[in-house]
């Protein structure tokens, strides 16, 4: 594994490799000495076109954690802003050193171009592209589902599981990573959202069940993880894609009602950031079965993972 | 010389033995932590475990064994495709000034140990820490020594030392093989 881009087409062995290194760092991360000396002489490079905390904090820490050194760029505040070109701004990172460019783009597909164009030589990850992808989420959303619902986690996958996946799905690369990586995984997913909220094409994916109000998902099946999205109205221009904000809470909201109809070892998740009151309520963002801030840490031994997987073997190898 | 150099006999006798050389250097065995190094120095360190009961009944050698996995510290991490990470077990009686005796199979350039004591540095301070290990087979490359050795074995550097264990291998055996290139040498 070179880069890390996209769950479509990750394999079940890599993806496995990954939560398995993932557990064995999380471990690492309750010692009385957090940091590793893995990556020492490493540099990574956050590349962020776009608004970023969580992602960015956790890339950061994950790298730090493991020793190796880190250079924060983002758009604002650079020549970005003067009108500098990706593949500028790429050359000019390399011409820096950087071993691993950890990219988040407005644009889907720019991580894509960043690792096959040649501009850069080390590491691409992917940190959000777009509306595309965003591998390092679903897997930890894999690796929080796995811990708390497979019994013996360690070289296991998801198998038997089902995970719905609620909300904006159309703007969501979470859910597009999750869509692949859950399934390859063994999990059964379905997704929920209104017509006006789905990709094109998604009913055609066998593998993917759609339904199309919330409660019509919680009577057809006992769910085990109930992934609720950002309604990302950032995105949302020129276009209404629901009448009103009290109707897709109305239709599509986790609230207590809806909980309770979730079966008692369920977990919700979350991404984040949350619009508390849109899509989830306060009552289930902060109920004992959530694991939305479990999910922050996870993401650190995660990246930590992706980033030891790919960056501490041998050059050799590329 | 090729061949079997130790048998099963020949393993648990130098076991039972590295165990006494510990109780007598230490005076007893009240303050020994074992931590052994995956693969085969964790299976090592249990045996060598139960070897101490036997020796000190009052030994609690669940609570003083556990398992070090050093690939995050090696020094070579680069020149090698991507090693899968091993679980670390720290022992529940802790390592905080605990007479630490790190178990491995084969002792070679001693680059292992070397990571193990920079691993130990992160999860506590013992008081001591001293080495043990199945085979000596020489090629040091780091000013490093054991304490206890099972076995010296003198080898060239193209030959390799396999250390076989009931735990991981279905038998108890310790194989000297002539290598197949130069500087193929197993257990570094």
């Known amino acids: 594994m070179r880069h890390l881009l996209t769950t479509a087409g990750l394999a079940r062995e890599d993806a496995i490799r990954i939560l398995d290194t993932a557990a064995q760092m999380a471990a690492t991360q309750e010692r009385e000495t957090r940091k590793l000396p893995t990556l020492r002489g490493k540099t990574v490079v956050n590349l962020f076109f776009e608004d970023s905390t969580r992602t960015r904090i956790s890339f950061e820490a994950a790298a730090k954690r493991l020793s190796a050194d880190v250079i924060n760029f983002s758009a604002k505040g650079s020549s970005v802003s003067k009108g500098e070109s990706l593949k500028d701004t790429a050359l000019t990172l390399q011409a820096m050193g950087a071993d691993a460019v950890v990219v988040r783009h407005w644009a889907s597909g720019a991580a894509e171009r960043l690792a096959t164009s040649g501009w850069v030589h080390g590491s691409v990850l992917n940190a959000g592209d777009g509306t595309h992808q965003h591998p390092t989420q679903a897997l930890l959303d894999a690796y929080t589902i796995r811990k708390h619902l497979v019994e013996s986690p360690d070289g296991a996958g998801l198998d038997g599981l089902r995970v719905a996946i609620v909300g904006d799905v159309l703007h969501s690369r979470v859910a597009g990573s999750n869509g692949y990586l859950l399934t390859t995984l063994g999990a059964k997913v379905s997704v929920v959202a209104p017509p006006t909220l789905l990709p094109v094409g998604i009913t055609a994916r066998p593998e993917l069940e759609v339904f199309y109000t919330l409660d019509e998902a919680l009577d057809a099946h006992k769910f085990d993880a109930i992934m609720m999205l950002r309604v990302q109205r950032e995105r949302m221009t020129g276009a209404a894609f629901f009448p009103s904000p009290e109707e897709y809470t109305r239709m599509y909201g986790l609230d207590a009602a809806r909980m309770a109809r979730l079966p008692e070892q369920a977990i919700i998740m979350h991404p984040g950031p949350m619009n508390r009151g849109l899509e989830i309520s306060a009552e289930a963002a902060d109920a004992p079965n959530s694991v939305i801030v479990e999910q922050v840490a996870n993401g650190v031994a995660v990246r930590m993972a992706a980033l030891y997987l790919l960056l501490a073997g041998e050059e050799a190898a590329e | ?188």
């Open chain 2, 1 to 188: 010389m090729t061949g079997t150099i130790l048998g099963a006999p020949d393993i648990s006798r130098a076991i039972t033995r590295i165990a006494h050389e510990i109780v007598e250097r230490n005076d007893g065995a009240g303050n020994i932590v074992l931590l052994g190094i995956p693969t085969r120095g964790l299976p090592l360190a249990r045996r060598l475990a139960d070897a101490l009961v036997a020796i000190e009944p009052t030994f609690d050698s669940a609570a003083r064994t556990g398992a070090l996995d050093i690939t995050m510290y090696r020094d070579d991490l680069h020149r090698q495709p991507t090693r899968a990470i091993g679980t670390t077990t720290m022992p529940t009686a802790g390592i905080d000034d605990a007479t630490v005796v790190l178990v491995d199979d084969v002792f070679h350039t001693g680059r292992t140990i070397r990571a193990a004591l920079d691993a130990i540095s992160d999860l506590g301070r013992p008081r001591t820490v001293q080495l043990a290990v199945l085979v000596d087979r020489g090629h040091r490359e780091l000013p490093i020594r054991a304490d206890y050795v099972g076995k010296n074995i003198p080898t060239s550097r193209s030959e390799r030392v396999d250390v076989r264990l009931l735990e991981v291998d279905g038998e108890d055996a310790v194989v000297l093989r002539r290598g197949e290139n130069e500087g193929a040498g197993e257990g570094a």
